[in-house]
């Protein structure tokens, strides 16, 4: 027994995470295991960003920052948004966070009184519901399946909206589906929101630069939708600078302020070095970092065709980010080499204890039939992990 609270206690660990720390603890072990389970570009920062960096350590860059950010980040972050899509924020609208999970986390506390809902579509990124909860907010999950390519319909949402509905929370392109939605069907959604103009939503595009389709499209793009739209982004991804820990939000301003307010009492601004860095990486053309998505566009091609020979194994085509959700229910109440499969869980478990690859159950996502696999792997270590999991299944 201890002292912990109910909020902690309740509160679940990220399951990406979980997998991560159960892999490299297999690895230490020393099981040869392919960790296709992490949410992370296989990627170095690119060197003008790192010279940026280095520069700012050279230039004493090292007090405390303003709490929303420095105002040259903020600038640059103004510019991105006018650029990349055409949306226009005052400096006054834009927080800069550690991390668009703390801009999440942010947004969350700053709106959610107890019991509010906040609508999810599945799958979801893990960590949604587990904020929503923690800030005593009750998540609604829409169902979504692989035939409407994981995206929630108009019809869809106007059933899941209650007059306790405060939030709608999506991410374009998806973790973990790597659906897009189009600029129709975000006016879709839109419309069925005219109707409820309570209604604040939380637009996540932390993989806006990973789409293969070409064509992002914004919440806020919407004139109707611009005052109650949240724009959250950040450089993890794209930038592949997951471990420098910076995201931001476009909001409407008392919404940005609530935010910055908060984390001045919790974390204050983010950290100074890695601020300044961001302003190198969002000045420079976009066409800097297209390398990357190049080579998970190859990738992807490769993974689906190797997935899409594998018996049991349902994909859906998609079109950012870098993760394939195949619907593995084929298998479920099966037995393979001794195990009895009877969730995506079970499947995820048995494809590292068996295959030694690590992927994540749809469980955490809010999809029980699927697992997420990650293709930010070499080419090798990819065609390796099928083999493997072809093997086992046969
Ligand atoms: N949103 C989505 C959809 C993500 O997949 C992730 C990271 O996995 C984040 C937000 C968090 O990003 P950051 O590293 O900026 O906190």
């Known amino acids: 027994k201890t002292n912990l609270s109910q909020k902690i206690n309740s509160l679940k660990t990220s399951a990406t995470l979980a997998m ?11 099981k040869d295991i392919i960790s296709l389970s992490l949410g992370e570009p296989d990627f170095n920062t690119p060197d003008y960003i790192k010279d940026a960096a280095i520069q700012a350590v050279n230039d004493n860059y090292n007090s405390y920052t303003p709490v929303d950010g420095y105002p040259e980040l903020k600038k640059a972050i103004q510019h991105k948004f006018k650029r990349d899509n055409n949306l226009d924020y005052n400096l006054s609208q ?8 703390q801009a999440l986390y942010n947004i969350a506390s700053a709106l959610l009184d107890p019991n509010d809902e906040v609508i ?7 960590s949604y519901r587990d904020i929503v909860g923690l800030c005593e907010g009750k998540a609604v999950e829409v169902k979504t399946s692989i035939d409407q390519d994981f995206k929630m319909t108009a019809e869809q949402l106007e059933s899941a909206i209650t007059p306790k509905t405060k939030m709608l929370w999506y991410s374009s392109p998806c973790n973990p589906s790597g659906s897009v939605y189009t ?44 005052d109650r739209t949240v724009t959250v982004n950040g450089v993890s991804k794209a930038f592949a600078m997951t471990g420098w820990r910076i ?8 919404i940005a302020k609530a935010c910055t307010k908060l984390q001045g009492q919790v974390t204050s601004g983010a950290n100074c070095i890695a601020q300044r860095a961001v302003i190198t990486a969002l000045q420079a053309p976009v066409s800097k970092v297209q390398y990357m998505v190049d080579e998970f566009s ?3 091609e490769i993974i689906l065709d190797l997935l899409n020979a594998l018996k049991g194994f349902e994909c859906n085509q998609p079109q950012g980010a870098f993760y394939v959700f195949p619907n593995v229910s084929a298998w479920f109440g099966k037995t393979v080499k001794g195990h009895h499969i009877k969730n995506a869980t079970d499947f995820s478990m048995f494809l590292l204890e068996e ?3 690590a992927t994540v159950t749809g469980e955490a996502f809010g999809n029980p039939d699927c697992i997420r696999i990650s293709y930010a792997a070499s080419e090798a270590q990819i065609r390796e992990a099928i083999k493997r999991i072809k093997e086992i299944l046969q």
């Not at 991560?20 to 020393?30: C, P």
């Not at 834009?94 to 999970?101: L, M, Q, Y």
């Not at 419309?191 to 409820?196: G, R």
């Open 183 to 226: 600029k129709d069907e975000l006016r879709a959604l839109a419309d069925v929101l005219q109707k409820h103009p309570q209604i604040i939503v939380v637009s996540d595009e932390i993989y806006e630069h990973i789409n293969f389709i070409g064509g992002h499209a914004s919440m806020a793009q919407f004139d109707d939708m611009y």
């Open 94 to 101: 834009i927080t800069v966070s550690t991390g668009a999970k």
């Open 120 to 126: 999810l579509p599945c799958p979801y990124w893990v």
């Open 355 to 357: 295959a030694n690859v």
């Open 298 to 300: 190859k990738r992807r």
């Open 247 to 254: 995201g931001y939000i476009g909001a409407p301003e008392y």
């Open 20 to 30: 991560a720390a159960k892999a490299r603890e297999l690895k230490a072990k020393g």
